[in-house]
């Protein structure tokens, strides 16, 4: 059964041909670098500056290597394991995708998606992912303890605040996602397996 072949329920996704300049550069690259583009982008549309504010708010959280020690794979992995506790249809799939391509192992994309507590991590990554699931379904109890353990794991102050970043920033995005019933690529379901 496919899934609704809508991008969002409302408001209307405008044209592609009606896109300012930049932002079809920007759709450009995107094809050109991932062979589509993430629906997610095309709802952000909706309003140009959001779009702006929004892709280069998530390229700083997401791809930053300069300032960000924790890899891409960690970042993927914290959004979908964010996505998983709040059952986030749209981020799953997409961010799913994401943890397939960068690790090359289908079967952990999909563990982060069902429960990643079944795979097999090491200390770090369980610290770091017991910190994403419970910030996102508890975040009253986060206290000292909590962010102990991932200095415990070895990650320094900056990296909690990164790890942090990505929590919250997935959190928003899960919400935009349901709020909207944004629907992912239907091609991320077949790629990377």
């Known amino acids: ?84 506790a709040n059952r986030c249809y749209y981020c799953l799939i997409a961010h799913g995708h994401a943890v397939r391509n ?24 369980r610290a770091m992912l017991d910190y994403a699931w419970k910030l996102t379904l508890a975040p009253q109890e986060i206290r000292d303890p909590e962010r102990q353990a991932l200095t415990d794991a070895g990650f320094n102050d900056q990296d909690i605040f990164d790890i942090t970043d990505v929590v919250a920033v997935f959190n928003y995005a899960n919400r935009m996602a349901f709020g909207l019933e944004m629907m992912p690529n239907p091609e991320y379901h077949g790629m990377d397996r």
């Open 102 to 125: 960068l690790s090359g192992d289908p079967q952990l994309g999909e563990m982060m998606v069902t429960d990643y507590r079944i795979a097999e991590l090491d200390k770090r990554q």
């Open 1 to 84: 059964m496919p899934q609704p072949d809508h991008i969002i329920k409302l408001p209307p996704v405008p044209d592609p041909e009606d896109l300012p300049d930049d932002i079809k550069k920007y759709f450009a690259i995107c094809t050109e670098k991932l062979g589509l583009i993430p629906n997610v982008l095309h709802a952000y549309t909706v309003n140009f500056e959001k779009f702006r504010t929004f892709t280069a708010f998530y390229n700083q959280i997401m791809l930053d290597e300069k300032t960000c020690r924790l890899s891409k794979l960690e970042r993927e992995m914290i959004a979908v394991v964010v996505s998983s």
